[in-house]
């Protein structure tokens, strides 16, 4: 039997004057709060694509549209089933996948979830433009959580991300106008997936030039 003096490095004891129900929902959201593995997370992002492109191989267009679906709102729902919480990015893109794939399916036009990146790509530059000219960069919104950086810093990288988003948009409405079927599911895979991770990992001098924990820092270390 396990004593109750090894289970202390697990989770908190509940603290003096506590309910019972708050003890438990204490535990409950510090279960819920605790961060996705990456590798977990990464097949939760790529996982839908890859069925896609895995699905039009062998079945065509108009299944592949389903699978991307049904898979994308799994791991939408496996996502919030681990954090309580859904992603703004995954979760519009969810929605849009839903309504544009209805819409091939039911008419039976591959035309609506070719176009839904474009449309994607254009909502999130026009949100994220709109943010600006608030003078509120709303990708700080976003990544919150993950990047500490100064006001200058998330203008920048909010203005490149917006310039970046109108550029697959672009080539996205290039891609699917002027290429097979095929062809542009093999871009979505191998070509748009790779470029947004290579433009993300590009931004990574401008994040430790506006790091605001070392903007923070640096005139105690100058004292």
């Not at 202390?8 to 019972?20: A, E, Q, Y």
């Not at 600006?132 to 993950?146: A, G, N």
């Not at 988003?165 to 002027?178: G, K, P, Q």
Request: aromatic content about 12%; proline content about 6%; hydrophobic content about 55%.
């Amino acid at each position: 039997m396990i004593s109750p003096r090894s289970r202390r490095g697990t989770l908190p004891g509940p603290l003096p004057g506590s309910t019972f129900e708050q003890v438990i929902a204490s535990r409950y959201t510090l279960a819920m709060n605790q961060p996705i593995h990456p590798a977990l997370k990464l097949a939760l992002d790529l996982g839908p694509l890859v069925l896609f492109f895995l699905a039009n191989g062998r079945w065509g267009i108009f299944a592949a549209t389903g699978v991307f679906m049904g898979a994308i709102l799994i791991a939408l729902a496996v996502s919030y089933a681990l954090t309580r919480r859904l992603p703004v990015m995954a979760l519009v893109s969810a929605v849009l996948v839903t309504a544009f794939g209805g819409l091939t399916l039911v008419l039976h036009d591959e035309t609506f979830i070719k176009v839904k990146p474009t449309i994607l790509y254009a909502l999130f530059a026009g949100t994220l433009l709109f943010g600006l000219l608030l003078r509120k960069p709303l990708l700080e919104i976003v990544f919150d959580s993950v990047f500490n950086l100064t006001a200058e810093g998330w203008r920048k990288l909010t203005l490149r991300w917006c310039l970046f988003f109108v550029a697959m948009a672009v080539v996205n409405e290039i891609v699917w106008r002027n290429a097979s079927t095929d062809t542009w599911v093999s871009f979505k895979l191998f070509g748009a997936l790779p470029l947004t991770f290579l433009f993300g990992a590009l931004q990574y001098p401008l994040l430790m030039k506006h790091d605001a924990s070392k903007t923070a820092t640096s005139p105690a270390k100058d004292g």
